[in-house]
């Protein structure tokens, strides 16, 4: 069965210092991996996602994941963090052909001034 | 494109009572799920609704039902509302074409069971 983690429920950081949100899924077949982002009081957006070729994804607004088979992760970074980051983090796996995801319990990024 | 959308966005019920959500995909996507998301977790796999029919069901019990219209828009109904059953329900909305690797997410309805 497949399943996600992620390590940190909450992750306090001030303005302008780098960021890591782990996430590590289990999977035996291969995987399609996503990061979500949910402001307050809205639904999901999607941030960023792997599914084939190049191992580090990135988005519009910075933020970039590493596909790493050997240690099954997919950890998301920021080199530089603003306050407007702040928000609940998802990461997802998209379980194989049957188009549900499974999703992760989420990780709360404050970004302090 | 008015992308997904859902309604209404809050509702409160009584237990014992009955509600239903309503769900409009993305335009070109044809596929609905749902989700339920309690305080402080993650989503959690409801159902999924495509040519109107459930195709994948998550562990949740038969108080849970859904519906597909023709034109792709969707309800979740629950029927004897639960305390439990207090969450922000979340519809998304993504194609088999594109191998269900586009799914958007509505803004989501909170329901609060009294």
Sequence with gaps: AQSVTQLDSQVPVFEEAPVELRCNYSSSVSVYLFWYVQYPNQGLQLLLKYLSGSTLVESINGFEAEFNKSQTSFHLRKPSVHISDTAEYFCAVLRGSQGNLIFGKGTKLSVKP | ?114
């Design chain 2, 1 to 114: 494109d008015a992308g997904v959308t859902q309604s209404p966005t809050h509702l409160i019920k009584t237990r014992g009572q009955q509600v239903t959500l309503r769900c409009s995909p993305k335009s070109g996507h044809d596929t609905v799920s749902w989700y339920q998301q309690a305080l402080g977790q993650g989503p959690q796999f409801i159902f999924q609704y495509y040519e109107e029919e459930e195709r994948q069901r998550g562990n949740f019990p038969d108080r849970f039902s859904g519906h597909q219209f023709p034109n792709y828009s969707s309800e979740l109904n629950v029927n004897a509302l639960l305390l439990g059953d207090s969450a922000l329900y979340l519809c998304a909305s993504s194609s088999p074409q594109e191998a269900h690797t586009e799914a958007f997410f509505g803004q989501g309805t909170r329901l609060t069971v009294v």
